[in-house]
Nanobody, 123 residues
Framework: QVQLMESGGGLVQAGGSLRLSCAASGVIFSINAMGWYRQAPGKQRELVAT???????NYADSVKGRFTISRDDAKNTVYLQMNSLKPEDTAVYYC?????????????????WGKGTLVTVSS
């Protein structure tokens, strides 16, 4: 059973930094794109950042220049370094990954989500 587990959320003052981690566990053949999404109270879930297996990244305009996504394929882990945090960054942050489970190659991956980690930025 493949699972994603986020960690690193918490309470931080505006202007501060946090680093989120998300580790994939289980029997995994390969991981394609990985990413972070967030959902603030009363709002829809939105994309924060993604990273492909080749290392190409994409960011929401609201976080460009402040957040950095990276991955460690040896650890099946994706990170989100968040700097210059603002109160509007307050949300539950979810990890997402397109994973080929098992021990054999497939032409497609399966979309997995973590349970989320809460980030609260105080003003």
């Amino acid at each position: 059973q493949v699972q994603l587990m986020e960690s690193g959320g918490g309470l931080v003052q505006a202007g501060g930094s946090l680093r989120l981690s998300c580790a994939a566990s289980g029997v995994i053949f390969s991981i394609n794109a990985m990413g972070w999404y967030r959902q603030a109270p009363g709002k829809q879930r939105e994309l924060v950042a993604t990273i492909t297996s080749g290392g190409s990244t994409n960011y929401a305009d609201s976080v460009k220049g402040r957040f950095t996504i990276s991955r460690d394929d040896a650890k099946n882990t994706v990170y989100l370094q968040m700097n210059s945090l603002k109160p509007e960054d307050t949300a539950v942050y979810y990890c997402n990954a397109d994973i080929v489970p098992g021990i054999t190659s497939r032409n497609y991956g399966i979309d997995y989500w973590g349970k989320g980690t809460l980030v609260t930025v105080s003003s």
